[in-house]
């Protein structure tokens, strides 16, 4: 296995569950690329280094099946948007609470179909890939469902809901895709948060990120797994299967790969970077808008037409004065990531590909916009902006969090459009990072997807070496 973020644990575990003798190198001194937590700012403050709120950790098919027992914590709201009025828009987890004004019908209707059918739906939107053709049925049942996640996210909130709330509250969801808001298929994006918000919840595990990632690497250590930090793969090792978590360019640096192919992955498309700030709190954050105290995630950028209008900043090279923040706030419901009394808040937005400048003072300006007092509450920050994201793990290529563009031409067909994307054209060479279906996010099913392949053609006895001349540079 080469890397070990949450695809290349997941797939190292269904290799090694299915009894091979698993090796793991990772690049980093630690484990768990993208499920890491550290004292990023003062001792006793624990930051999540990338991801932090896991809708599909807590509850993926391979999650499902791994059957970790992490500890998780879920806020009593989904997800809250404050507003210029001093209130906010919540997502209740239940459907039934939801109180979304004179919108609330048109959501409930937009989203119940899908909550009621999950089961049948979520193989179309996590897999296991490539998709069985039974698993397109419900696409047929659900034609309105699948017609509104291929659109666009904000002509479909303008045409389908009335005030400016809903509207609002769409858009921050739908940025979640790190695609402009007038691009297919965005919508898709916030219409699937929803329906997992609604469904299993916007968990994350006590205490932090990494205890994914350390359950991850105990269950493959009680198999008998190796994993070699600080191990940089320079070249394809000798295996008889070779399942690496890396971005398509790494692939191409490591492996010597078939000309047409080669070229295919040359053409792979990363999207925008992250720009991050973590905060240590001497207070909760002193929002306005009182409800925002429920949720542990909070969007904050106003209206659509803002969030709109940050998306497309980036987009176009010049990221917005008032940026759209996805925001996490763990502290209030997991108090042991801070010393007592005190909190931690995480925030991330969108900007250019490898963008070099700063956007703390932006980002500072628009929590302070929804939470007057809040500057005065911090007493260290951390700044990480796109290239400390791909001098810690190199899968963050200019900082883009989803291992690749997102849009309709990469979002099943990435890396390069086969039949299976996992398998590589060299024998025994897998690849299952996010560049594979279905993308960013911490779901481990690009890597049990990948592992599941390279199962399948060993039982079917198709496989050689990965360590056949030619392989290897
Ligand atoms: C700021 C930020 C916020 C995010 N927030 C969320 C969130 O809240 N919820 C969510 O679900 N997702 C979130 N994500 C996305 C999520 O973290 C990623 O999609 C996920 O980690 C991808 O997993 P992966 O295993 O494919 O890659 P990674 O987690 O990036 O892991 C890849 C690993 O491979 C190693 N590696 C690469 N090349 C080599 C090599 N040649 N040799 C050895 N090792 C190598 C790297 O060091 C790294 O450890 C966020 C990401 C970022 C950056």
Redesign the pocket.
Known sequence: M?????????GALTLARAGLAVEV????PE?????RTAELTLPGFRH??????????RDSPFFRRAALGVDWVESPAVVAHPLDDGTAVVLERDLDKLDLGRDTGVYRALVEPSVRRWAELEPLVLGPFPLALRSLVPVLRLADSVRAALAAARPLAESRFETDRVRALFGGLAAHSVLPLERRPSAGFGLALAVLGHVAGWGFPRGG?QAIADALVAELRALGATIHVS????ELPEADVVL????PA?LR??ARLPERYDRALGRYRHGPG?F?LDWALSGPIPWTASECARAATVHVGGTLDEISASEWGVWSGRPAERPFL?L?QHTLFDPSRAPAGKHTAWA?CHVPNGWPHSMTERMEAQVERFAPGFRELVLARAV?APAD?EA?????VG?D???GTMDLGQLLTRPVRRLNPYRTPLPGVYL????TPP??????M??YSAALAALRDRSRGDLHSASRSGSIR
């Open positions: 080469i890397g070990s973020g949450p695809n290349g644990l997941a190198h990772e690049a980093a484990p768990g690329g993208g499920v999540d280094l990338c991801s932090a709120i896991h809708p599909m950790g990120a191990s940089v793969v320079d690496a978590d890396v971005m790494e640096r490591v992250a991050k996805i996490a991330y990480t994201f810690r793990d190199r899968n963050l900082g969090l989803n291992g299952g990072s996010s560049a993308g960013g996010g911490v779901h481990g690009c890597g």
